[in-house]
């Protein structure tokens, strides 16, 4: 199974298999245990022991960890939640505009947002009726919508993008 874990801007391949550990293309020695159902974990990695403590955070995937003094975010995900984040264009990147996309094809319920708003992480965008369910897509950033390429009623194919978000400038 692989796994891709995105630590300060650096996102890492991480596969779990047969051939063990290998990380970023590399084989690696590893061993990672529970202190006694807490927080806190013992990693052993290529011979260096650490201990650290993980704490999940409001999203899925999402994790505050503190290692050796310092403290760090990360985002894990496996394979088949990566893709679809990456289909509905929900990326972790800030870096210049996002183009939400459909995650599968339906017929749009409610365009939540128009050009110019401001929208928040966790924001409701779009409604999108598939299989009898309406499937609200969510913003995965803070920004700006910069384009709305739907409308209600519009029928839409999975990939095809909804709006375009620009990050916030600082």
């Not at 630590?7 to 061993?31: K, M, Y």
């Not at 088949?80 to 210049?96: D, K, N, P």
């Not at 094809?105 to 999108?128: C, F, M, N, R, S």
Request: some cysteine; aromatic content about 2%; proline content about 4%.
């Amino acid at each position: 199974m692989k796994y891709y874990v995105e630590i300060e801007d650096q996102t890492h391949e991480i596969e779990i298999g047969p051939r063990g550990l290998v990380l970023n293309g590399q084989p690696v020695e590893a061993d990672l245990r529970s202190n006694h159902d807490s927080n806190v974990w013992n990693l052993v990695l290529d011979g260096r022991s650490y201990t650290l403590c993980a704490r999940k955070r409001n999203g899925r995937g999402e994790w505050e960890i503190d290692i050796d003094g310092r403290r760090l975010e990360a985002l894990a995900l496996d394979e088949r939640s990566r893709a679809i984040r990456e289909l509905a264009g929900t990326v972790t990147t800030t870096h210049g505009p996002v183009e939400i996309k459909a995650p599968m094809p339906g017929l749009v319920i409610k365009v939540e947002v128009a050009t110019d708003d401001e929208v928040q992480k966790g924001q409701g965008l779009v409604i999108i009726e598939a299989m009898k369910m309406e499937n609200e897509i969510k913003a995965m950033m803070e920004g700006r919508v910069g384009e709305v390429l739907v409308q209600a009623g519009q029928t839409v194919d999975k990939g095809e993008p909804l709006l375009v978000i620009a990050p916030v400038e600082q």
